[in-house]
């Protein structure tokens, strides 16, 4: 597994598995109309965006497995003046998860946060319904520190929870742990 920068050639893969994972998790959360229809046109735009036109403060890394991209995260600096830098998308091809992809992709946004923003936190939000993501990142240390009601992609609102990680460097993952 060979972790990288995403590039403008990533968006089409990129936006297929957000597309996929959200309509694998967020069902409920978001409408069916739009999960079974634009999801893919919307991801498709975002991810052009953020690639073809990269910013200094955001940066992409896919999880590539011999050219193929199995695992994504996006990471945005500065995002919040109190929490630091947003962990925005964070998705694992589904016949992939339970591979430590999601916890090596963390741990990437961590880096890059504690090289770029030494004294920064890092946090993310996740959809309530979102269980299994919650214990996900409980177990890397995160704590959940807020809920809110806030508008969902494609329409509608969705409750979601805010989990903080002030300290970045717990997510490192070390290389004696891989035996």
Aim: net charge negative.
């Amino acid at each position: 597994m060979h972790y990288r920068a995403a590039t403008a050639r990533d968006v089409e893969a990129i936006a297929a598995l957000h597309a996929d994972s959200w309509r694998r998790h967020y069902r409920g959360a978001l409408s069916d109309a739009f999960l079974d229809g634009d999801v893919v046109a919307d991801r498709l735009a975002v991810w052009t965006a953020r690639l073809t036109e990269p910013q200094p403060h955001q940066c992409t890394i896919v999880a590539d497995d011999d050219g193929t991209v199995v695992g994504f995260v996006h990471t945005a600096l500065d995002e919040d003046p109190k929490w630091g830098a947003l962990l925005d998308n964070l998705h694992v091809v589904y016949a992939r998860k339970r591979d430590r992809i999601g916890t090596h992709l963390m741990a990437e946004s961590a880096s890059i946060v504690l090289e770029r923003r030494p004294s920064a936190g890092l946090y993310l939000w996740v959809l309530e319904q979102n269980t299994a993501a919650q214990a996900f990142y409980a177990a890397r240390g995160g704590v959940c520190v807020e809920r809110e009601i806030a508008p969902a992609t494609g329409g509608g609102t969705t409750e979601r929870l805010r989990f903080v990680w002030p300290d970045p460097s717990v997510l490192l993952v070390s290389d004696d742990r891989e035996a």
